[in-house]
Nanobody
Framework: VQLVESGGGLVQAGGSLRLSCAAS????????MGWFRQAPGKEREFVAG????????YYADSVKGRFTISRDNAKATAYLQMNSLKPEDTAVYYC???????????????????WGQGTQVTVSS
């Protein structure tokens, strides 16, 4: 599956952005989807994940209550709605697909099989 992120940009603290991850190549509904981010000099970290049906979601504590992950299997697209953004949310954001049949999303980046190229999110103070 090929993944392409979009929607990143520059926003002031307290603002919102919506990231999209468009998939092609295989049946999108077969994949658990995750969003990760990587800031300069830091390791890639889990942000949010969503099960194949969309019925189960999982968030990092740092974004819980501010970010919402969703998916539209008919459009083969996953989304990350980011509200109340903070300067510490600045990073390159990646979407990833996990092909394994699992009930809930996993938070370890090395367990995901396919990755997009990333989209930059910059939050100014």
């Amino acid at each position: 599956v090929q993944l392409v992120e979009s929607g990143g940009g520059l926003v002031q603290a307290g603002g919102s952005l919506r990231l999209s991850c468009a998939a092609s190549g295989r049946t999108f509904s077969r994949y658990t989807m995750g969003w990760f981010r990587q800031a300069p000099g830091k390791e890639r970290e889990f942000v949010a994940g969503i099960s194949r049906s969309g019925g189960s979601t999982y968030y990092a504590d740092s974004v819980k209550g501010r970010f919402t992950i969703s998916r539209d299997n008919a459009k083969a697209t996953a989304y990350l709605q980011m509200n109340s953004l903070k300067p510490e949310d600045t990073a390159v954001y990646y979407c990833a697909a996990d092909r394994h049949e699992i009930p809930t999303p996993r938070s370890s980046w090395y367990l995901y099989d396919y990755w997009g190229q990333g989209t930059q999110v910059t939050v100014s103070s």
